[in-house]
């Protein structure tokens, strides 16, 4: 059974730094691209990151780029989102998302995703 289990939500003040994890089973590790999306009360989800293991590629949303930054620990099937200097607009529920890479790279739209997990709240107070 394929799982994707995000943890390290939580409240903080702008300008804070939070770190999600997204550990992942029930699936080869390393043919899946993952990655992190996010959605606001009210607003469409939003691609922020996705990371493809084994060639290094990283796209970010242009209204994280610079802040957030994607990682992987293939050895803990676990994908991590560093972010930092946390705006008021970042507060939102976070998911992380995988597909069977098609090749090379990764894509931060929502519709390649075959399996989602349950989310996480981020909420960044001002």
């Known amino acids: 059974e394929v799982q994707l289990v995000e943890s390290g939500g939580g409240l903080v003040q702008a300008g804070g730094s939070l770190r999600l994890s997204c550990a992942a089973s029930?699936?080869?590790?390393?043919?899946?691209?993952i990655g992190w999306f996010r959605q606001a009360p009210g607003k469409e989800r939003e691609g922020v990151s996705c990371i493809s293991s084994n060639d290094g590629d990283t796209p970010y949303s242009s209204s994280v780029k610079g802040r957030f930054t994607i990682s992987s620990d293939n050895a803990k099937n676990t994908v991590y989102l560093q972010m930092n200097s946390l705006k008021p607009e970042d507060t939102a529920v976070y998911y992380c998302?995988?597909?069977?890479?098609?090749?090379?790279?990764?894509?931060?739209?929502?519709?390649?995703?075959?399996?989602w997990g349950q989310g996480t709240q981020v909420t960044v107070s001002s």
């Open positions: 029930g699936f080869t590790f390393d043919d899946y691209a």
């Open positions: 998302a995988a597909y069977r890479k098609l090749g090379y790279g990764c894509f931060i739209s929502s519709r390649f995703y075959e399996y």
